[in-house]
DNA sequence: TTGTAGGCGTTATCAC
DNA sequence: GTGATAACGCCTACAA
């Protein structure tokens, strides 16, 4: 059914390392010019493809290029394989693109699954939570993965013992506070996403001792937690809502969840940012077609995907590299001079 | 380096088959439990896992499905994607995905790169163009790859002769024209999206054709070219507004055209509905953040994906199947009645 | 139920 | 420069 290599060589008269040689090249010996284009023309011929398995098993390695993320149809994660995918095709490598769905426990089985295609590296995107067992687990599939020759990198926090690109969360928080306290706002509420959630947290905290700072206070009551999504962002906003007390403005820890509260706000007739200011965490491409235009802090989302590509595909070392990545405030129309 | 099958099986004192069957599991032959037991347990001790190319060659047959979609952080695309995902995650399939950039000569490549990978299926998502020798080429690709037992479903037209779902296009098409028609529009300017592009074609001229139908003409110099992207909208909109004259409403064949055109003309100070209406198609998920509400045509793109791995994965037929879906016209805020 | 051995398609190490 | 041939890691008749 399927052409073989042998298949060729025999047709072209050739022995099966010949027509290895020239058909997929190789370091030391090369083929003499008249029987690499027989070989070469058979091969069109017969339709013939090498078999990237068999390959990858004579050779010992693969060509493809696992992406664990925790929703493909959330822009923050398309927009980083879309990186990722840029990178690994100037590599020539494949991705191959995993989703978790936002099930830790599921990202744990993905690596597995990676490590038993013999990935040649795996990027694990998605910041981590604070659940031990799972980071555990978590470190040690890749760990396994690279004992065995794989290299891994992470985007998130760098607590696995890979390669890590981090997002400087804090940082951006505490630009974004800084930012709106001058615009003259006080009250606050926090749409914090979940609560174990590491990235989330970071976003959180940073936001609120950086008003702390300023001497402004946020109330624990006025920071509600839910999914890291747009409909964590409508039920979190509707727990706000049905709270009574709207703040002046609302930070959302993710974009995704700003879009999601806005929604359940101008469906409620809350008008943004006249009754209420919000902002948003990472700056996805979406955001450009959202009026009004939304307050947020910029994640450079595309570099990330090539960065992580970039140190996946690194040397492996003995120290773990850890790479920053500073965020931006980009201050729209949701979050306009107060008084 | 890497823990072999073998090395599991002199670990436990047993046969390589016995090893085998005991982790694999085995059609016919079943291994009793002691042993089993044994073989497991050094398994994980050894932290062995199986060589899933190893695997794919002993068996001839792979575990992973390949997609290709034209931009991965196109919304329209990305919902398809999570579909794809999750139905070949249904399946126990690894889901590879490839972005052609928009560029059907990438996507002949593609094709041939997952035949190589001996891919157990392969999804091409997203609508032809009017290329005779690319087409061609894809056709024939898809045939090679039939030829050696893969199977493949297309998401667009069916004239490459594999499975293909068809999105009616000129339906939707034809049901907003007479929507809008109804609600008092008649002068009308088109985003026409690529000129040779089919699922762009056939959106343009179904709805000129059915405004026609009802006396409305629309003028060739109405119809703008441009790419099917945000961009595209963009620029499109920009030579729309450039010639002088506004329409009544836009008609954009791609929701990401309609918004791009849409940014354009907030900046320009153009309100949206009020001084020119305008509608998309797709329905990507991104709407439900944008405002006023785009008016669009609902193409079930998650259902897309999951249909199309379906008919992907299908006992293989002499006769291509063609399984048609239907499109649904949604009225939102961009196409208020007009007189 | 268990073991032996041949084969999957390719690359790489040898000789020639 | 070219050709046998042994891996690569696993599965699966076939034999016991």
New binding site residues.
């Given amino acids: 059914m399927?052409v073989?290599?042998?298949d060729v060589a025999r047709e072209a008269?050739?022995?099966?390392?010949?027509a290895?040689?020239a058909?997929?090249g190789?370091?030391?010996?090369?083929?003499?010019t008249?029987?690499?284009e027989r070989v070469l023309a058979t091969a069109v011929r017969l339709r013939?493809?090498?078999?990237a398995n068999?390959?990858a098993?004579?050779?010992?390695r693969t060509t493809s290029l696992g992406l664990l993320v925790h929703d493909i149809a959330d822009p923050y994660f398309s927009t980083i394989a879309a990186g990722v995918a840029e990178a690994a095709d100037a590599h020539g490598l494949q991705m191959t693109l995993a989703s978790s769905q936002h099930d830790s426990g599921r990202e744990v089985d993905l690596v597995h699954l990676l490590r038993r295609q013999r990935a040649r590296a795996i990027i694990v995107a998605g910041g981590r939570s604070n659940d031990v067992e799972i980071n555990d687990q978590l470190r040690l599939a890749l760990a396994d993965y690279r004992a065995t020759g794989g290299s891994a990198a992470l985007i998130g926090q760098p607590i696995l013992g890979v390669n890590t690109i981090v997002v400087n969360n804090a940082q951006g928080a505490t630009s974004l506070a800084r930012a709106v306290h001058d615009r003259g706002y006080r009250r606050f509420a926090i749409l914090g996403g979940p609560e174990q959630h590491f990235s989330a947290r970071e976003r959180r905290e940073a936001f609120i001792f950086a008003l702390g700072e300023r001497g402004t206070e946020v109330a624990d009551d006025a920071v509600v937690f839910s999914p890291f999504t747009h409909a964590g962002g409508e039920d979190g906003m509707r727990t706000l809502m049905s709270r009574g007390q709207l703040p002046e403005m609302i930070f959302a820890v993710a974009d995704v969840m700003a879009l999601g509260a806005m929604a359940v706000m101008r469906e409620a007739g809350i008008r943004v940012p006249h009754d209420v200011a919000i902002a948003g965490f990472g700056d996805i491409p979406t955001l450009r077609d959202v009026t009004p235009a939304l307050t947020t802090v910029r994640v450079p989302l595309h570099q990330l995907g090539l960065m992580a590509t970039q140190l996946a595909l690194a040397e492996p070392s003995e120290e773990p590299e850890i790479r920053a990545v500073v965020t931006e405030v980009v201050v729209r129309d949701t979050t306009p001079h107060l008084r």
Same sequence: chains 1, 2.
């Fill in positions: 399927t073989t290599l042998s008269g050739v022995s099966l390392a010949t290895s040689r058909i997929n190789s370091a030391s010996r090369t083929v003499g008249e029987l690499r013939y493809t090498p078999d068999a390959q098993m004579a050779r010992g």
